[in-house]
């Protein structure tokens, strides 16, 4: 069923897996005030339909409520430094606003919730135009154009692949109602961007230049999440290296080329 969760669904349903939103910059960015309905509307009506069925709801929030962190790496209890008035702030609050009304939906009518924090995850069957940085490198490397570079390229992040992220949200869904989260969802191995780039046409053997662009307004300087509650109360860790998962999604992509 194609449904906009702005607008109330009724269905007869036992899980939610509310994942609704546009996740990449570019996309997010287009519609601002449609991506803040999304996440806040969205989670009213997917929050109101769990109430009526009294089903488990599983909300993806994501490392974006800890904006551009002062605290590193990102543990749970970590309060965020985000900006409410930036380009990225329709993302960034409304995921925040959404796990504030999971929380009292919990405190108000015992919802049964769940909330991870998904950390930066790639994978095959990402859309070749998703705009961030693990498919527009590897897209670039294949069709040997520049890399895009943002920034001086010393800015960081920590990829996750996407099966990883699948069982643990799995996990996190069949666990003990009494574990309700907030709980990080990611890899800790963390990578500035240039080595990124650099790895990416090392694995694609690409003649691809790396170019510098400038950087985007309020873009976090690092980012790597602290999995040790994922640990405990999922029995998780994440399974695929980097490097791994770079090569599955590059024979990915090749094969759309
Ligand atoms: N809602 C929905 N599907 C349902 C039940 C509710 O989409 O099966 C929507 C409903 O439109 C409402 C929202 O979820 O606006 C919140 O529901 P809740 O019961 O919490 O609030 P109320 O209906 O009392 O405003
Ligand atoms: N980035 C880049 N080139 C690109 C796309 C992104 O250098 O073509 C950088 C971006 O500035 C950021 C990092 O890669 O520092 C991750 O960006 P992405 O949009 O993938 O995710 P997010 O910023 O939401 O973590």
Same mark, same amino acid.
């Given at each position: #069923?194609?449904?906009?969760?702005t607008?109330?669904?009724?269905?007869?349903?036992?899980e939610?897996?509310n994942l609704?939103c546009?996740?990449?910059?570019?996309h997010? +960015?287009?519609?601002?005030?449609?991506?803040t309905?999304?996440s806040?509307?969205?989670?009213?009506?997917? $929050?109101? $339909?769990?109430k009526?069925?009294? %089903?488990?709801?599983?909300?993806?929030?994501?490392? *974006?409520?800890? =904006?551009?962190p002062?605290?590193h790496p &990102?543990?749970e209890?970590?309060? /965020?430094?985000?900006n409410?008035i930036?380009?990225r702030s329709?993302?960034?609050e /409304?995921?925040?606003?959404a796990e504030?009304?999971?929380?009292?939906?919990h405190?108000?009518?015992?919802?049964?919730?769940?909330?991870v924090r998904?950390?930066?995850?790639?994978?095959?069957r #990402?859309h070749?135009?998703?705009?961030r940085?693990?498919?527009?490198f590897i #897209?670039?490397?294949? &069709?040997g154009k520049d890399?895009?570079?943002?920034?001086d /390229? *010393?800015?960081?992040?920590?990829?996750?692949?996407?099966d990883?992220?699948? *069982?643990a949200?799995?996990?996190?869904?069949?666990?003990?109602?009494?574990?309700? =989260?907030?709980?990080n969802i990611?890899? %800790?191995s963390e990578?500035?961007?240039r *080595? $990124?780039a650099q790895e990416v046409v090392a694995?694609t053997?690409?003649k691809?230049?790396?170019v510098?662009?400038?950087?985007p307004?309020?873009?976090?300087?690092?980012?790597?999440?602290?999995?040790?509650?994922a640990r405990?109360? $999922?029995?998780?860790?994440?399974?695929?290296?980097?490097r791994d998962?770079? +090569?599955k999604?590059i024979?990915?992509?090749a +094969?759309?080329?």
């Amino acid at each position: #069923m194609r449904h906009d969760v702005t607008f109330p669904l009724y269905v007869e349903v036992d899980e939610i897996y509310n994942l609704a939103c546009p996740a990449s910059p570019i996309h997010y +960015q287009y519609d601002p005030v449609q991506t803040t309905k999304t996440s806040v509307h969205g989670a009213i009506n997917m $929050l109101g $339909l769990a109430k009526r069925c009294k %089903a488990k709801i599983l909300q993806a929030s994501t490392s *974006e409520v800890y =904006g551009d962190p002062d605290v590193h790496p &990102q543990h749970e209890s970590y309060w /965020g430094r985000v900006n409410p008035i930036g380009i990225r702030s329709c993302y960034d609050e /409304g995921k925040r606003c959404a796990e504030t009304l999971f929380f009292d939906y919990h405190r108000q009518h015992q919802l049964r919730i769940k909330v991870v924090r998904i950390f930066n995850t790639y994978g095959p069957r #990402m859309h070749p135009d998703d705009g961030r940085v693990v498919s527009n490198f590897i #897209m670039q490397a294949l &069709q040997g154009k520049d890399i895009t570079l943002y920034g001086d /390229g *010393e800015q960081t992040r920590s990829f996750c692949y996407v099966d990883d992220l699948l *069982e643990a949200m799995i996990r996190m869904m069949d666990g003990p109602d009494s574990f309700i =989260g907030p709980v990080n969802i990611g890899n %800790a191995s963390e990578f500035s961007m240039r *080595e $990124l780039a650099q790895e990416v046409v090392a694995l694609t053997g690409s003649k691809s230049k790396i170019v510098h662009l400038p950087m985007p307004a309020d873009d976090p300087r690092q980012r790597k999440p602290d999995l040790t509650l994922a640990r405990q109360m $999922l029995d998780w860790s994440p399974t695929i290296a980097l490097r791994d998962g770079l +090569q599955k999604t590059i024979s990915y992509f090749a +094969q759309l080329a």
